[in-house]
């Protein structure tokens, strides 16, 4: 360029600046005439103008970056290569493995420096079990997780190198049925996750990419959750207001409820897939909010919904997608503005079922979400079937089973023929008045079904008691598997009575009341009694049943078949009673039977062998007890394949095993496995669903995950409390599970009548000679215990004592917890020689019961040495800590409570024992302590204070006063109001006059200088 | 007070009146203070957002200015100094990476929260640095309008007051230069 040449540039484009936009381009060819290359020059500027600013800028800012990148090389293990992203909540970077061989290549996100970097690690801590167990084809993978040198929380994810859905179904031009089915993967993927209960939280075309090999990945599932922990992100960007975080771009992909700082659901991520949806169908956001104000941009999404995707295309052919409007409307748009109802509870209840139903939409089906009644109806009629369905199956199964026994016996007496023509003529009328055609256009539900069903039994089978008998029967035993106890009662004694009758001649006769049909309404009757908390009416009924079946028993192979389901019951309310060891004989009997060649049957066969595993659990054989599990959840996997409720059950029973020998880490997955299967293939309200619910709040609980493991407790109880009524001592376990997690987040007063209503629903229901009962002794006692109310306690922790001595022995690990209960009393009434004696029994049980690796041994080691060091055994106490340390850093998850409490004790200790090199290992275990209190426990807490007052005494020793002083005198005033905080009180203020000693000593020694 | 202070501001004043060899002797000066205040940020006193560069030169500009006698003129031209050093060090920076890295420009659509693509290439900013160079060989003071302003943040009054222009020229100045540089830079880009 000629500075002449320059000067001309300078002059038009200055020129050309001042014509009107739509004239620049005339007034270039008139005044560059021929010159074509000046013509470009100045077309090339007048088009850069525009954005010039921003790009220069942009150039400059990627410099820094590359500066900024550049100053830190290496996180961890890894080494970055170079940074792919950025945004609020920090960089991303592609790094890869420094010490392997093979190169992993990776993504790593670094949080930006400022944000709540303690709050990110301990919820990515919380969070990556969960989130590793997350395997899926489609969704990427979260690796590891750190810290940088400066502080800042990084996480490793699966490096995915590919293209945004959005960009790539645009670039490849993509048909709409295309379009339809990556939408429909993506669905799959959510859908898997959410099974795990993990919900993504900030799914947008960003995080959906496509690799060059066509695979469709999701990014960063469950990492918003961990950035901004409960907060969406939205609200994280420094502004508590959602009206002044970000730009209004920002939200296009974030529900309503996630904007308004509600809870946070799968059906969050079901309305960011509905968006999502939208801009696959219209290439357009549901919502144009890029001029529009904050505050009306939020009403907008609350309140409007979108216009439907067909009118958004319509009359647009410069999509290159011609008639797509006319595609688009119908079932298309009524499907997009289902997943999007601002409403969360009328949006689609699942993933899944958003997928299902645009399958339905690819293969000409009527779609669930239609556009004249949208999605209000559609899921009113879902609901109201949910449970139907579920059920029907159910009750499908028991009618086809009771037919087959029908027919058998058919063949050989006409009488039972008739009988058999009968039933099955009434039963298909009764599945026709379920035809929504001649029911008013309403679908009746099976309870609906049921009940009809009872009414029309007198009025049609009047003349066939037998008949009659048969369906009460069936149809009582329904109702009791939907727990509906009331109506199940009637029904299976009018059957029973009429069985009587018809055999017998007259009730009570003696020879009648030998039928084998009888012994049927007896076992009913028996596992009703059951499942209503009446154990000893259930033994009676089924051993009157047993009785007569053992009689018949030599005969028929079937009636052998029969005695073994019900020695099957029996043997589980023996069990539900604490009789094991007749439980297991029980059980065994029954397995034989059904492995006995003329009597196989593989199905009950595996029930009982899962059965059989768990009560030599509680025998505590518990090898044997897992080879069983596991045999039995392999058998259940062949036979019924998966998902399927059995399979769930084994899943579930299995874990349970894992989680009575400590192994936490391997139940909580199994757990999680086992409730996301029912969840899948039972109805909501299902009591299996409560029990999982319940599994996996007890193993967070364990875990010492107490706040997440509140929600699904209160979830189980509620549910429990729902079909079980308020007086049925199976609540009584949740309510305990609940108390305890509550009583660990200090919340004892929410506690306390919880662990109440528990140990009176046993006492009235078990009896006060009781295991279970003792068990709630010894709750609610450790809850006064911990309330500083020793008084109350202690005969409470000797009654458990006692009983658990006369009822499981004293060779039982629940005898060993109520040993050292009484040990930890005795240590706080100031009688630690009797606290050594009791623990050290509890240890000795403890060692031989459940091995020398379990967390119960390190609890028993952490407080004997406690005990040891307080009456002067410092050397023994030393040994006993570091035992204890070990095995707990070993066992225990980093970061658990309990693994403070032994580094306080140890660090305490050294800090007695004196010598420097004590002293420097002291303070690096009473930092690591404080560190887990400050992110475990409530700031003021006063364990916390237990912790910061012996760092502070250790700072004393070091002669470090300056430092000790403020971690002295914050303590001391949570020590002194804290039960149970007496003793390091004491301590507290001992330390606080060595410390004022030091401190005149040093001034004395400064005047002498 | 410093002796550093008092010989950048004697300098400074040397400069300004004219002196073109003060300048030799305080471009070391300005430079080595740029780059501690940068590599302090960097390893440090990370905040919560990217360094800005014309925040690192009114910092440097603090430290090593006597300001007992604050002199606007002086600001001004310090900045114009320091602004710069700062594309150099930037650049610098850039050039090595560019051709140290491998893949060069490895484009990834991989973004985070905001829908804002990352300008994550060297080549950027060794474009713009190129795209300056030829520039300032046939049109020197505007050249120099970019640096003060995109590099050393310099106000379009204290440009003026540092180039000798009126208001309105650097307004100009800058919309045409820029235009021209950013349409330099897609072409050698393409």
Same mark, same amino acid.
């Given at each position: 360029?000629t ?24 007034f ?30 942009g ?20 080494r ?48 990556r ?8 084809p ?61 919900v ?26 961990i ?8 609200l ?10 970000a730009?209004?771009?920002?939200? *296009? ?6 904007i ?11 309305y ?14 549901p ?15 609350c ?13 647009? %052919? ?31 209840? *699942? ?21 004249d ?18 059920v ?12 087959? %026994? ?10 039972e ?34 009940d ?37 009662r ?101 397995l ?10 593989r199905?009950? %066969? ?35 394949g ?5 399979v ?20 909580l997955?199994?757990y ?47 549910l429990?409390?729902r079909?079980l009524?308020n ?15 509550l ?10 009548p919880?662990?109440?209503?528990a140990?009176?629903?046993?006492r ?21 215990? %911990? ?8 005969p ?10 006369e ?66 055994e ?19 998850r ?11 004790g140890?660090?305490?200790?050294l ?5 420097? *090199? ?24 006063w ?14 020793a ?52 | ?31 080595d ?46 900045y ?11 650049v ?6 560019s ?43 505007k ?13 379009i009054d ?33």
């Amino acid at each position: 360029m000629t500075p002449e040449r320059w000067q001309r540039v300078e002059t038009l484009f200055e020129a050309a600046l001042e014509q009107p936009p739509e004239q620049q381009e005339t007034f270039l060819d008139r005044a560059c005439g021929d010159d074509t290359e000046l013509r470009r020059t100045l077309s090339d500027m007048l088009a850069c103008d525009p954005q010039a600013d921003r790009d220069l800028k942009g150039a400059i800012v990627g410099g820094v970056h590359l500066l900024e990148d550049d100053s830190i090389r290496h996180l961890g293990p890894y080494r970055l290569l170079q940074r792919i992203g950025a945004g609020g909540m920090g960089q991303v970077y592609l790094a890869e493995r420094a010490d392997q061989e093979y190169e992993q290549r990776v993504a790593i996100k670094l949080v930006r420096a400022g944000s709540d970097g303690r709050g990110i690690l301990q919820r990515f801590r919380r969070e990556r079990q969960i989130l590793a167990s997350l395997q899926h084809p489609n969704i990427a993978r979260l690796l590891d997780g750190g810290t940088a040198p400066d502080g800042r929380p990084y996480l490793v994810m699966e490096y995915i190198e590919g293209q945004p859905i959005d960009r790539y179904c645009q670039e490849r031009r993509l048909g709409l049925r295309a379009r339809l089915e990556l939408f429909q993967t993506i669905c799959r993927a959510v859908q898997h996750a959410h099974q795990q209960l993990i919900v993504h939280r900030d799914l947008k075309p960003g995080n959906i990419l496509i690799t060059d090999d066509g695979t469709l990945k999701l990014l960063d599932f469950g990492i918003a959750k961990i950035l901004s922990g409960g907060q969406h992100a939205l609200l994280d960007a420094g502004s508590e207001d959602p009206t002044t975080a970000a730009q209004p771009l920002t939200w *296009s992909y974030a529900s309503p409820e996630q904007i308004q700082g509600e809870p946070i659901t799968t059906a969050t991520d079901v309305y960011s897939l509905g968006v999502v949806l939208y801009q696959l169908l219209t290439g357009e956001r549901p919502y144009d909010l890029a001029d529009v104000a904050p505050r009306e941009a939020l009403r907008r999404l609350c309140e409007q919904p979108p216009p439907a995707p067909s009118a958004r295309v319509d009359g647009d %052919s410069s999509n290159g997608r011609p008639g797509l409007d006319r595609r688009l409307r119908g079932d298309l748009d009524a499907i997009a503005l289902t997943a999007l109802h601002p409403d969360r509870t009328r949006r689609y209840g *699942s993933a899944e079922q958003l997928a299902l139903d645009l399958g339905r939409y690819l293969t000409g089906r009527p779609v669930i979400a239609h556009p004249d009644t949208l999605a209000y109806r559609s899921r009113k009629f879902l609901r109201r079937n949910r449970l139907p369905v579920a059920v029907a199956l159910a009750f499908a199964t028991l009618v086809l089973a009771f037919a087959a %026994s029908r027919s058998q016996q058919a063949e050989r007496i006409a009488r039972e023929r008739d009988k058999a023509e009968e039933v099955a003529g009434f039963l298909v009328d009764l599945f026709r008045i379920s035809d929504p055609r001649n029911s008013r256009g309403e679908t009746l539900t099976v309870r609906e079904m049921l009940d009809e069903g009872a009414a029309r039994i007198p009025r049609e089978l009047g003349d066939n008691a037998l008949v009659r008998a048969d369906l009460m029967h069936t149809i009582g035993r329904v109702y009791r598997e939907l727990g509906l106890y009331d109506r199940a009662r009637p029904m299976l004694e009018e059957a029973l009575a009429v069985r009587r009758a018809e055999h017998g001649g007259r009730p009570g006769g003696e020879h009648g009341a030998e039928h084998p049909e009888i012994a049927e309404s007896l076992s009913a009757l028996g596992g009703l009694a059951k499942a209503e908390g009446d154990y000893e009416g259930a033994e009676r009924q089924h051993r009157r049943a047993l009785a007569i079946l053992e009689r018949h028993g030599a005969r028929r192979p079937a009636h052998r078949r029969q005695a073994a389901e019900v020695r099957n019951e029996l043997a589980l309310v023996l069990r539900s009673q604490g009789r094991y060891e007749e439980a297991e004989t029980l059980f065994r009997q029954a397995l034989a039977t059904y492995r006995d060649p003329d009597t196989a049957d593989r199905d009950a %066969s595996v029930t009982t062998l899962g059965n059989l595993a768990l009560v030599l659990e509680n025998r505590q054989r518990y090898d044997e007890a897992e080879g069983l599990m596991r045999q039995a959840l392999e058998s259940s996997r062949e036979l019924y394949g998966e998902p399927h409720p059995l399979v769930a059950t084994h899943l579930n029973n299995l874990a349970f095993l894992r989680e009575r020998r400590g192994d936490y880490d391997s139940a909580l997955p199994l757990y999680r496995q086992a409730l996301a299967m029912r969840r899948q293939v039972l109805e909501p309200h299902h009591p299996e669903i409560q029990q999982s619910l319940n599994n996996l709040g007890a193993i967070l609980s364990r875990r010492g995950e107490y706040a997440a493991a509140e929600a699904p407790l209160r979830e189980a109880l509620e549910l429990a409390r729902r079909y079980l009524g308020n007086d049925h001592p199976g609540l009584a376990p949740l309510l305990n599970n609940l108390a305890l997690v509550l009583k660990r987040q200090q919340d004892t007063r929410a506690a306390e009548p919880l662990y109440r209503e528990a140990l009176d629903l046993r006492r009235r229901h078990l009896g006060e000679r009781h295991a279970a009962y003792a068990a709630s002794l010894d709750n609610l006692a450790s809850l006064l215990f %911990s309330t500083g109310d020793l008084a109350a306690a202690e005969p409470l922790f000797q009654q458990a004592l006692e009983v658990r001595r006369e009822t499981l022995g004293t060779e039982h690990v629940s005898y060993a917890t109520s040993l050292s209960h009484l040990a930890r009393l005795a240590h706080r009434q100031g009688d630690s020689t009797s606290a050594v004696q009791l623990q050290q029994q509890a240890l000795d049980i403890r060692r031989s019961r459940l091995g020398e690796e379990h967390p119960r041994v390190a609890s028993s080691l952490s407080q004997l040495a406690e005990y040891l060091a307080a009456v002067g055994e410092l050397e023994e106490a030393e040994r006993c800590f570091r035992q204890a340390l070990a095995m707990r850093r070993e066992l225990l998850r980093p970061g658990h409570p309990s693994l403070a409490s032994t580094l306080t004790g140890l660090g305490e200790l050294l800090v007695d024992r004196g010598d420097s *090199s004590a002293l420097n290992e002291a303070e690096t275990l009473l930092r690591e302590a404080l560190d887990i209190r400050q992110q475990e426990l409530e700031p003021e807490h006063w364990q916390t204070a237990v912790t910061a007052s012996a760092l502070g005494g250790c700072l004393v020793a070091l002669e470090r006063l300056a430092e000790a002083e403020p971690l002295l005198e914050k303590s001391l005033p949570l020590l002194v109001e804290a039960a149970g905080g007496e003793l390091a009180a004491e301590r507290t203020r001992q330390r606080l006059v060595l410390l004022r000693e030091s401190s005149t000593r040093g001034f004395l020694n400064s005047l002498a200088r | 007070m410093t002796q550093q202070q008092t010989q950048v501001s004697r300098l400074l004043l040397a400069w300004r009146q004219g002196e073109p060899a003060a300048l030799d002797q305080l471009i070391p000066l300005v430079h080595d203070e740029l780059r501690r205040l940068a590599d302090r940020y960097l390893r440090q006193e990370r905040i919560d957002h990217s360094f800005d560069p014309t925040d690192l030169v009114h910092e440097a500009y603090l430290r090593l200015v006597d300001k007992r006698h604050p002199q606007w003129q002086d600001q001004a031209h310090f900045y114009a100094v320091a602004a710069q050093l700062m594309r150099r060090i930037l650049v610098d920076h850039a050039r090595g990476r560019s051709t140290a890295k491998r893949g060069g420009g490895l484009v990834t659509l991989r973004l985070d929260d905001t829908d804002e693509p990352v300008a994550q290439r060297a080549e950027d900013l060794v474009a713009l640095d190129d795209a300056l160079e030829a520039l300032a060989g046939f049109d020197r003071e505007k050249a120099r309008v970019i640096e003060l302003r995109y590099f050393g943040g310099l106000t379009i009054d204290e440009t003026a007051e540092v180039l000798g222009l009126s208001p309105t020229t650097v307004v100009k100045n800058t919309r045409l230069a820029r235009a021209w540089l950013t349409s330099e830079m897609r072409r050698a880009e393409a």
